[in-house]
Every structure is written in structure tokens, then in C-alpha cells.
């Protein structure tokens, strides 16, 4: 009577279990930068909604709001987005925005004579 063996040799078994393991380590970091990013372009456009609302406040005012308050429902930032007007003044405005997950800040600057477009570092 002949004897068959069926199944997985250990070796077998670790040579997959390492390959899983690599492939696991080279897909985990690129997800999670793919998160940071996400959460970048969420704060920009914050900043770019929140140009929006400052060009119509001026439109009423003839000057920049220097509070968010001041703004109404012209602007509401997205959840887990803190966004600062740092400045505000009849000639220009500039202001930051965090988000509660990353160490990463954006921020915009605008002035009569250039648009400003959100950056972040």
C-alpha cells in the first residue's frame, strides 16, 4: 500500500508566510500616506471655500472678516477641519487650517493684487 502525503510542507507553509509578510510591509505605509494626502486636499479645499466666502463678505463689506462667525453660512468647514483667519484687513486676509489627524497645517494668504492658493509643507 503506498502512502500519500497531502499537503504543506512547513517549508512551504513559511516561504508563503514570508511573502505575505513583504507585500504587507511595502501596501501598509503607501495606505497610510494615502490618508495624509486625503486629508490635505480636505483642508484645501476648506481654505478654497472658505476664499469663496471671504470674496462675498467683501462684496457686501468692502473688507475682509476677520472671524469666521462674521461669515454665517457663507462658510462651514468640513468635520475634524480647524480653519484660523490669522489676518484680515480691507486690503488682504490669511489663514491656517489643521486637521485633528495629522501633524500637517495649510495655510493661504490673499491680498487685492494676487489670489492666493492654499499651500501646505
Same mark, same amino acid.
Given at each position: 500500500m503506498k502512502y500519500r502525503n497531502k499537503g504543506f510542507t512547513l517549508i512551504?507553509?513559511?516561504?508563503?508566510?514570508?511573502?505575505?509578510?513583504?507585500l504587507a510591509a511595502i501596501a501598509i505605509p503607501s495606505l497610510f500616506q494615502t490618508k495624509e494626502r486625503s486629508f490635505i486636499v480636505?483642508?484645501? !479645499?476648506?481654505?478654497?471655500?472658505? !476664499? &469663496?466666502? $471671504?470674496?462675498?463678505?467683501? &462684496?457686501?463689506? $468692502?473688507?475682509?472678516?476677520? @472671524?469666521?462667525?462674521?461669515l454665517g453660512t457663507l462658510f462651514?468647514? !468640513?468635520? @475634524?477641519?480647524?480653519?484660523?483667519?490669522? &489676518?484680515? @484687513?480691507?486690503?488682504?486676509?490669511?489663514?491656517?487650517?489643521?486637521?485633528?489627524?495629522?501633524?500637517?497645517v495649510c495655510s493661504v494668504a490673499v491680498t487685492l493684487t494676487s489670489a492666493g492658493t492654499p499651500t501646505c509643507p
Open positions: 512551504e507553509l513559511l516561504i508563503v508566510v514570508v511573502v505575505i509578510a513583504i480636505t483642508m484645501k !479645499s476648506d481654505l478654497r471655500n472658505l !476664499s &469663496s466666502a $471671504q470674496e462675498a463678505y467683501f &462684496s457686501d463689506w $468692502q473688507r475682509y472678516s476677520s @472671524s469666521l462667525a462674521d462651514i468647514n !468640513s468635520p @475634524s477641519v480647524g480653519v484660523a483667519i490669522d &489676518s484680515a @484687513s480691507g486690503t488682504g486676509w490669511g489663514a491656517t487650517a489643521t486637521f485633528a489627524a495629522t501633524t500637517k
